[in-house]
T-cell receptor, first 110, second 115 residues
Framework: GIQVEQSPPDLILQEGANSTLRCNFS?????LQWFHQNPWGQLINLFY???GTKQNGRLSATTVATERYSLLYISSSQTTDSGVYFC????????????FGAGTRLFVKA | EAQVTQNPRYLITVTGKKLTVTCSQN?????MSWYRQDPGLGLRQIYY???????DKGDVPEGYKVSRKEKRNFPLILESPSPNQTSLYFC??????????????FGPGTRLTVL
């Protein structure tokens, strides 16, 4: 089945810094989503982005489907950005199975 | 309010005692899914359903059962729970829109401990 790798696994930032999180996937996908899991465990949709670029406030994402990767940009980070960021893909060949990456754990220091 | 609900939110049980975790969505979504989350492993899909009476295995289905008798409900059944099923469980739902944005929406999670 498809493999999804996220990097870096852990990231510590000073408040106000920018960061880029990466998601690589090993095969063609039907769709790709980015999620934020806050410290209380809640999963929050950030982007549905099978291809192209989207922006929402300080966050933006780009997926280059032909090269099998997606990037999540966080600008001017805030302490409330702390948590775990996951990308998830839906396999194109495997019906409607969804595969998650292991996540990037972000801690933003005040 | 559009939402996915799960019950219970927390459960401590003993090995072998059958349990059911309920999941319900009010968005008329066709697709529903169960995941478990374990430290360092991200979320792994247990089962999914593309519509009423249509279910299929995800990556880690062993030890679990599901049913989809109504569009809004997708319960997860552990017939004989074991300690290795101690985990955080999430239910999700998605519309199946041809050419549309088929985002997954997640419930709040159920933390299960099997002693």
């Amino acid at each position: 089945g498809i493999q999804v790798e996220q990097s870096p696994p852990d990231l510590i930032l000073q408040e106000g810094a920018n960061s880029t999180l990466r998601c690589n996937f090993s095969d063609s996908v039907n769709n790709l989503q980015w999620f934020h899991q806050n410290p209380w465990g809640q999963l929050i949709n950030l982007f549905y982005i099978p291809s192209g670029t989207k922006q929402n406030g300080r966050l933006s994402a780009t997926t280059v489907a032909t090269e099998r990767y997606s990037l999540l940009y966080i600008s001017s980070s805030q302490t409330t950005d702390s948590g775990v960021y996951f990308c998830a893909v839906e396999e194109r060949a495997g019906g409607f199975k969804t595969i998650f990456g292991a996540g990037t754990r972000l801690f933003v220091k005040a | 309010e559009a939402q996915v609900t799960q019950n219970p939110r927390y459960l401590i049980t003993v090995t072998g005692k059958k349990l059911t975790v309920t999941c319900s969505q009010n968005m008329n979504h066709e697709y529903m899914s169960w995941y478990r989350q374990d430290p360092g492993l991200g979320l792994r899909q247990i089962y999914y359903s593309m519509n009423v009476e249509v279910t299929d295995k995800g990556d880690v289905p062993e030890g679990y059962k599901v049913s989809r008798k109504e569009k809004r409900n997708f319960p997860l059944i552990l017939e004989s729970p074991s300690p290795n099923q101690t985990s955080l469980y999430f239910c999700a739902s998605t519309p199946l829109l041809a050419g549309g944005e088929n985002e997954q929406f997640f419930g709040p999670g159920t933390r299960l401990t099997v002693l």
